[in-house]
Every structure is written in C-alpha cells, then in structure tokens.
C-alpha cells in the first residue's frame, strides 16, 4: 500500500514559479516510478512527467520541458515537481502518481496509487 498526499499548489501570476511535493507512505515507495498528472477542468487527466526509482531517469510531456524538473528524495519519501514559467494553460489540478511496478509510463492506468490533488491556477 502507498498513501500520497500532495501540497504546494495555489494561486501564481504567468510567469512565476511554484514546487508541488507528494508525500509517500509505504514501504514500496523506494522502488516505485512517480509521476505527476494534471487534469484541467472538462479535459481528460495527461502525463505531465515522471522519474524512476533512483532518480536518474526521467520523462516529461513536450509542454513542459524545459520549464517543470521532477525529482524525488527517498530518505524524505518525498517526489516533487518544480515549476517555472507558468502559464494560464499549466491552471489544473495537479496529481502524484505511483507505478509499484518501477515503469515509467505516460499513461495514468498503468499507476496503481494516486494522491487526492492540489489546484494550481494561474493567472494571466
């Protein structure tokens, strides 16, 4: 079992920053791929980016490289998303992801544990 509660998300001007983190519990968290999604409202929930186990591989949607970094601390069970150069398009609610399994993978059935989310607007 993996519990996820994720924090950081709020109201940012285009152009600021945020970092969202996702707090773990369980002891299959060291092993697992973490992932962020966004679901905006009306559309269906998409990959925003993911990382495997150790940290060294990670994976981003073509519409934030270059501006989000994912990375994880495993002494602090903690996975987060750092987010530059916000733009009203990023306004969502933002969710933690777990793959038990060790994949990163794009698509959200493939992740077994989700966190309940946290809104991030922004505005123009």
């Known amino acids: 079992q993996v519990q996820l509660v994720e924090s950081g998300g709020g109201l940012v001007q285009a152009g600021g920053s945020l970092r969202l983190s996702c707090a773990a519990s369980?002891?299959?968290?060291?092993?697992?791929?973490m992932a962020w999604f966004r679901q905006a409202r009306g559309l269906e929930r998409e990959f925003v980016a993911a990382i495997n186990w150790s940290g060294g591989v990670t994976d981003y949607s073509d519409f934030v490289k270059g501006r989000f970094t994912i990375s994880r601390d495993n002494a602090k069970n903690t996975v987060y998303l750092q987010m530059n150069s916000l733009k009203p398009k990023d306004t969502a609610v933002y969710y933690c992801a777990a793959n038990t399994r060790g994949a990163i993978l794009t698509a959200p059935r493939w992740y077994d544990y989700w966190g309940q989310g946290t809104q991030v607007t922004v505005s123009p």
């Open positions: 369980g002891r299959t968290f060291s092993s697992a791929a």
